[in-house]
């Protein structure tokens, strides 16, 4: 019930397109859901968040769509870059987020290509 | 602020010699993390601390695994002794208690080789 699950575990975008990256989760207590983006050699870097209380969350380019029904999140990348190559990790956790333990995703390895 | 320091960056060590990891957190957080990441597991959360003390150490895999935080801008993970399974990056993350969630701020990690 702890797992957050990540999907695709890698995906190849080009230029100007797309990317969209699905995370499931079971634990219904869970009521923070970050996702963070990693660069090779550096730590994970907070990119956007969201609460069950709405079903999007919009922050230039990044757009987290929250279902809260069916135990769902997911990041859509538009108008993908190639400085947006990186790890993207989907989170969760209850309690507030910034303060209390956050479970990752296993990640997802975003190549776009110029 | 210069964000969360560890080091060393990287570490290579022998199988069976102690090895120390260490963590400076953004002054004024009150929460620190340590993290474990590898391609088999991703991030594994080991312990977390709130002003100073441990709140969660369900995560350190083994009792070879220890971690303190003597004051508020010290932690240390300690692994002895280590073994070559240890390898991997490990992150040290701090956060804060306030009206807006900032998340996690995260080091750059400690790269460890246990040969």
């Known amino acids: 019930q702890q797992q957050v699950k990540q999907s695709p575990q890698s995906l190849i975008v080009q230029k100007g397109g797309i990317s969209i990256i699905n995370c499931a989760y079971e634990?219904?207590?869970?009521?923070?859901f970050p996702w963070y983006q990693q660069f090779p050699g550096k730590g994970p870097a907070l990119l956007i968040a969201?609460?069950?209380?709405?079903s999007e969350k919009k922050e230039g380019r990044f757009t987290i769509s929250f279902n809260k029904s069916a135990k769902q999140f997911s990041l859509h990348i538009m108008d993908s870059q190639p400085g947006d190559s990186a790890t993207y990790f989907c989170a969760a956790s209850r309690g507030g987020g910034a303060t209390n333990k956050l479970i990752f995703g296993t990640g997802t390895l975003l190549a776009v290509q110029p | 602020d210069a964000g969360v320091i560890q080091s060393p960056r990287h570490e290579v060590t022998e199988m069976g010699q102690e090895v120390t990891l260490r963590c400076k957190p953004i002054?004024?957080?009150?929460?620190l993390f340590w993290y474990r990441q590898t391609m088999m597991r991703g991030l594994e959360l080991l312990i977390y601390f709130n002003n100073n003390v441990p709140i969660d150490d369900s995560g350190m895999p083994e009792d070879r695994f220890s971690a303190k935080m003597p004051n508020a801008s010290f932690s240390t993970l300690k692994i002895q002794p280590s073994e070559p399974r240890d390898s991997a990056v490990y992150f040290c993350a701090s956060s804060f208690t306030g009206p807006v969630n900032y998340g996690y701020t995260f080091g750059s990690g400690t790269r460890l080789t246990v040969v």
């Open positions: 002054s004024g957080h009150d929460y």
């Open positions: 969201i609460r069950p209380d709405v």
């Open positions: 634990n219904t207590a869970f009521d923070y």
